[in-house]
């Protein structure tokens, strides 16, 4: 099953365009995580970005909402898409929000 759920504040607001297929919007997520604790044994975070795409009419409807450090919950599905290096094709990996079980949600407990 290729289902991905995760919560995160937006690194910026949502690159919205215009596409031959529709609309796309791209979003940057940081997600944190507990990584132990340094040798003050203070609490070290890691932070990993994670590029969301959402298509559709759900990009353009969302795109005055979907602002830089808005808490947002993604679920979506993992997916990629290749790209070129020189000779080396390589492979460009992100979260899809365009199916109709796929949702972008406001952080209920973010002010």
């Given amino acids: 099953m290729?289902?991905?759920t995760l919560s995160g504040n937006l690194g910026?607001?949502?690159d919205l365009r215009g596409t031959p297929?529709?609309?796309?919007?791209?979003?940057?997520v940081a997600v944190s995580d507990y990584a132990g604790r340094d040798d003050s044994g203070a609490s070290r975070i890691k932070t990993t970005w994670v590029t969301v795409v959402v298509?559709?009419?759900?990009a353009r409807a969302l795109q005055?909402?979907?602002?830089?450090g808005r808490k947002v919950w993604v679920k979506g599905k993992l997916a990629s898409k290749p790209y070129k290096v020189g000779e080396k094709?390589?492979?460009?990996?992100?979260?899809?929000v365009g199916g109709p079980?796929?949702?972008?949600?406001?952080?209920?407990?973010a002010s």
């Fill in 2 to 4: 290729n289902y991905v």
């Fill in 12 to 14: 910026a607001d949502m």
């Fill in 21 to 28: 297929n529709g609309f796309e919007g791209e979003l940057s």
């Fill in 55 to 58: 298509f559709g009419d759900r």
């Fill in 64 to 68: 005055d909402s979907l602002m830089k």
């Fill in 89 to 96: 094709t390589l492979r460009f990996t992100y979260i899809s």
């Fill in 101 to 109: 079980d796929d949702t972008i949600e406001f952080d209920p407990s």
